[in-house]
């Protein structure tokens, strides 16, 4: 399977269940792992869109197309562009940031189960605990 940059991440995972009594009645299960989330198709589908920071207004298309253009006119000084998209431009292009990671996290739960004889019926309490690696925005960059 293939990814936009190439780039492989690794997820291990680990888990375990184990039946207290005999008769499996009650059950003590749990595990911790690494979560990746799949890529925000929207960070690419909704590059030629929307104005706003990182945009870019050209009136002409550029001798090269996109790669004409990065590699004569984008100024890497100045990378939030203009923001002077107006209705009679001919394109926008929203640029992401090299170093995105997918959002990821460390989980892990604790559980158990028991089996009643009230309608053939299992009772179950689980607590799980997650921490956040790699988030879109850290929360010390979100104002309040």
Do not use: C
Request: zero cysteines; charged letters at 15%; a negative charge.
């Amino acid at each position: 399977m293939e990814t936009v940059d190439g780039a492989t991440d690794i997820s291990p995972r680990v888990g375990f269940n184990w039946s207290v009594d005999e008769a499996r009645k009650t059950q003590v299960r749990g595990g911790a792992g690494y979560y990746v989330g799949r890529a925000p198709w929207v960070f690419w589908s909704n590059s030629y869109g929307q104005t706003g920071a990182g945009t870019y207004t050209v009136s002409t298309i550029p001798t090269g197309g996109l790669t004409g253009y990065l590699a004569n006119s984008f100024d890497p000084s100045s990378p939030y562009g203009t923001g002077t998209q107006t209705g009679s431009s001919r394109s926008e292009i929203d640029l992401a940031d090299d170093k995105t990671h997918m959002p990821s996290l460390w989980r892990m739960n604790l559980g158990i189960d028991h089996k009643l004889d009230f309608l053939a019926s299992t009772i179950s309490l689980d607590a799980i605990h997650s921490i956040n690696d790699n988030t879109i925005l850290s929360p010390t960059t979100i104002s309040r």
